[in-house]
């Protein structure tokens, strides 16, 4: 090949990724940017493991050529077709990652996350029906402010902890795939480990198991649990991610050891096994980016499973109303998608694309493929991922849609259940081959143009290997509807929680979402929910002055936010009266209506004084929430060091003190890299106050970590206004 020639192939094959990056510029300062970031991270790194890294394991052999048909000679837009079908091929392939595989994850970690909570719930002093009514969590944003936040944080701590303990697993998970396989193989009479063998499609299932696994554990941390007052979950994260990286690490690398001996003498297996391990980092790489998407909505889903537990025995019937809705709204999307179905059927058994040779040449070990039938069997990869795009977004969004109408969650479920059984037969189907790239060439263009076509391998499970791979290929496709329903729903609502008072000494903490659609007055009525209503903070739209007395009245009612139950008149012609006067409020963008998602019930407790102290026992910063009960400084700051050196040389434990009782008062302790702080409280411990604790602490460090890092002992560093105002604002009560 001539120089020209050489960098045309390399400039053609990074043509489009070189496309992808060019929007990144002009939106990289923005949240968007930091999204498009993220996507186009997977997508690179989803090429150089599906369109480059395959060369390794075809190293010697001749690369196929993607033969011309007459008239084909010179023909460039055909050469660009393909280009562009084969690139389309590889971002759906992508794509299924974040919109079929990673939805799967999201989905059922959360129940394994409720398992991990009833070990720890039975494991702990008093029955688990009592521990888990002192059980709480924090959740006050709304999924998609969530979103927001962490991307303009841009805090890659988790990901890269996730990531390396993926890597560390890895080695072992694939070495006792192997010796699976093999005895498979003895077993059943079938071929040892080989390119064309179950290895690559099972290792995508085995990644999914994994995954699922490690998030389970890491959403006890993220949605920071607690009994008690104490976050058990950041423990179980903590001690399980020690102790997969004690074990793991050196059987990881026995893994690897026991793989080069075990095949010295056969280096194309070697490659093959580096190829997918290659290929399991890409799938580690591709969740962790989009970890922070998907993991909002793993978290409320947990909280609501943890809130449907508490309240499970509240003898509660959930009306089913608007039924004609539902029943509407659930034939209605089984009929369009069955009408998108049977048009892709018709397309392509309608046409050149019902030919049997695209599939038969599309075959990793088919010989002689044409350049149209290559094009076309990308063109069959794109179609079927549209076949299932159209599932989730036409089901899923009626079924969003549906749970508007529905009052309890689990009922609009109930009733699509069938629907999406449905649907999954048509999207379902047990793959029995496995997608990757096979070196090839074609002289469309003039020279010998190489480039990796997609082709698929031959990896029918067979034995232990199906029977593993049943629970994630027969309920992926439902699953999958079933969350991305959730992100339709969720994804527009915005949170906001209220302490709701029980009596003297009990609070209630509810968390409500925004409601799209005014309430029925059937809903307006009942007595058992508790509606939040708020004025809106943006500028009015009308003119107050010319208004009636009882909305102005009103307006100046809700410059506080009050609960529905609250305003509403006792008397029935009022309350009709009134229900049209809030909807009228409603309806001019003047007030909003919260619905009640969760709640749970806290003590009451008096909060004293706030200590910030250094690592060496040298009080730091101290606040008084009653000027009558802060203490001397420097006495609370030796008392700590004193304490705290005895403790670790008495019983030798590594484990940090968290909390102290004196009485009626309680210190509840937080830690930072080079600071702890210390809260004094009267009542009962919740997460209601060491959550707040623990952001300041998060928080002061971080302001101050430049003087910390080497703290002279000045204190006039911190002897700012802000830091009090930040108190205020962590410490303010709902």
Same mark, same amino acid.
Request: charged share 15%; hydrophobic share 55%.
């Given at each position: 090949m001539q120089v020209i020639e050489v960098f045309l192939t390399i400039f053609l094959n990074i043509l489009p990724i070189l496309i992808l990056v060019i929007p990144y510029f002009f939106i990289r300062k923005k949240i968007i940017g930091r999204l498009y970031l993220r996507i186009y991270l997977g997508i690179l790194i989803f090429y150089i493991v599906y369109w480059i890294l395959p060369i390794i394991f075809q190293i010697g052999e001749d690369p196929k050529e993607l033969a011309l048909q007459p008239g084909e000679e010179g023909n460039m837009l055909l050469g660009i077709g393909y280009l562009f079908t084969h690139f389309g091929s590889l971002l759906t392939q992508f794509a299924s990652y974040p919109l079929v595989t990673l939805p799967f994850i999201f989905f059922v970690a959360p129940f394994i996350s409720i398992l991990l909570t009833w070990n720890r719930l039975r494991k702990d002093e008093g029955s688990i029906k009592d521990n888990l009514r002192l059980t709480t969590y924090q959740i006050k944003t709304s999924p998609n402010r969530k979103i927001r936040d962490d991307l303009t944080r841009n805090d890659w701590t988790r990901e890269k902890q996730i990531l390396k303990l993926m890597i560390v697993l890895l080695p072992i998970s694939l070495y006792l795939l192997q010796v699976i396989i093999e005895i498979s193989s003895d077993f059943l009479g079938t071929e040892n480990v080989s390119l064309t063998s179950s290895l690559g499609w099972f290792l995508e299932i085995l990644f999914v198991y994994l995954a699922t696994f490690i998030f389970s554990i890491e959403l006890l941390h993220s949605s920071q649990i607690s009994l008690k007052g104490r976050y058990f979950g950041e423990n179980i994260r903590d001690q399980s991610y020690k102790s997969l990286y004690t074990v793991g690490a050196p059987i990881s690398i026995l893994s690897i050891i026991l793989f080069i001996i075990q095949y010295r003498n056969q280096l194309d297996t070697l490659l093959v096994i580096f190829y997918f391990f290659a290929y399991f980092i890409m799938a580690s790489v591709i969740f962790v980016l989009f970890l922070k998407l998907f993991e909002p909505f793993s978290i409320l889903i947990f909280v609501k499973i943890i809130d449907w537990w508490k309240k499970k025995d509240l003898k509660r019937r959930s009306?089913?109303?608007?039924?004609?809705?539902?029943?509407?709204?659930?034939?209605?999307?089984?009929?369009?998608?069955?009408?998108?179905?049977?048009?892709?059927?018709?397309?392509?058994?309608?046409?050149?694309?019902?030919?049997?040779?695209?599939?038969?040449?599309?075959?990793?070990?088919?010989?002689?493929?044409?350049?149209?039938?290559?094009?076309?069997?990308?063109?069959?990869?794109?179609?079927?991922?549209?076949?299932?795009?159209?599932?989730?977004?036409?089901?899923?969004?009626?079924? &969003?849609?549906?749970?508007?109408?529905?009052?309890? %969650?689990?009922?609009? !479920? +109930?009733?699509?259940?069938? *629907?999406?059984? $449905? #649907?999954?037969?048509?999207?379902?189907?047990?793959?029995?081959?496995?997608?990757?790239?096979?070196?090839?060439?074609?002289?469309?263009?003039?020279?010998?143009?190489?480039?990796?076509?997609?082709?698929?391998?031959? &990896?029918?499970?067979?034995?232990?290997?199906?029977? %593993?791979?049943?629970? !994630? +290929?027969?309920?992926?496709? *439902?699953?999958? $509807? #079933?969350?991305?329903?959730?992100?339709?729903?969720?994804?527009?609502?915005?949170?906001?929680?209220?302490n709701i008072p029980i009596d003297e000494k009990y609070i209630e903490k509810t968390l409500f979402s925004t409601i799209s659609d005014f309430l029925s007055y059937e809903d307006y009525i009942e007595e058992g929910d508790s509606y939040l209503v708020t004025k809106k903070k943006s500028k009015l739209v009308i003119d107050i002055k010319k208004e009636r007395e009882e909305i102005k009245n009103l307006l100046i009612t809700?410059?506080?936010?009050?609960?529905?139950?609250?305003?509403k008149p006792k008397d029935e012609n009022e309350k009709k009266r009134f229900y049209f006067t809030l909807k009228y409020l409603f309806l001019k963008n003047l007030v909003d209506i919260w619905k009640p998602e969760l709640s749970y019930v806290y003590e009451k407790v008096e909060k004293q004084g706030l200590y910030i102290i250094y690592d060496d026992g040298r009080g730091v910063f101290n606040y008084a929430f009653k000027s009558e009960d802060i203490q001397d400084p420097g006495l609370v700051s030796g008392m700590f060091s004193a304490i705290t050196s005895f403790i670790k040389e008495m019983t030798k434990s590594t484990e940090v003190l968290k909390k102290i009782d004196h009485g009626d008062i309680s210190i509840l302790l937080e830690y930072g890299d080079k600071i702890f702080g210390a809260l004094f409280i009267k009542g009962t411990q919740s997460s209601e106050v060491r959550a707040p604790l623990k952001q300041f602490v998060q928080k002061f460090e971080e302001r101050y970590k430049d003087v910390l890092k080497d703290w002279t002992g000045a204190l006039q560093h911190f002897e700012d206004e802000e830091n009090t105002k930040l108190i205020e604002k962590i410490f303010k009560e709902d």
């Open positions: 009306k089913l109303r608007n039924s004609s809705y539902l029943i509407f709204f659930a034939l209605l999307s089984i009929g369009l998608y069955l009408i998108v179905f049977g048009a892709i059927s018709i397309f392509v058994n309608g046409n050149f694309l019902s030919d049997p040779n695209i599939l038969n040449q599309g075959n990793f070990e088919a010989t002689n493929p044409t350049l149209s039938n290559a094009i076309l069997f990308e063109f069959l990869i794109i179609l079927g991922f549209i076949n299932i795009l159209m599932s989730i977004l036409i089901v899923g969004l009626f079924l &969003a849609r549906t749970l508007k109408y529905v009052k309890n %969650l689990r009922v609009g !479920y +109930l009733i699509y259940f069938p *629907i999406t059984i $449905i #649907i999954s037969f048509f999207v379902i189907g047990i793959e029995e081959y496995w997608l990757t790239g096979q070196l090839s060439y074609t002289t469309v263009f003039g020279f010998e143009f190489f480039i990796l076509r997609t082709a698929g391998i031959d &990896a029918s499970l067979v034995g232990l290997l199906q029977i %593993l791979s049943y629970p !994630y +290929l027969y309920t992926r496709a *439902i699953f999958n $509807i #079933i969350f991305w329903s959730l992100i339709f729903y969720y994804i527009k609502k915005d949170f906001k929680s209220k809700l410059e506080n936010d009050k609960i529905l139950q609250e305003i």
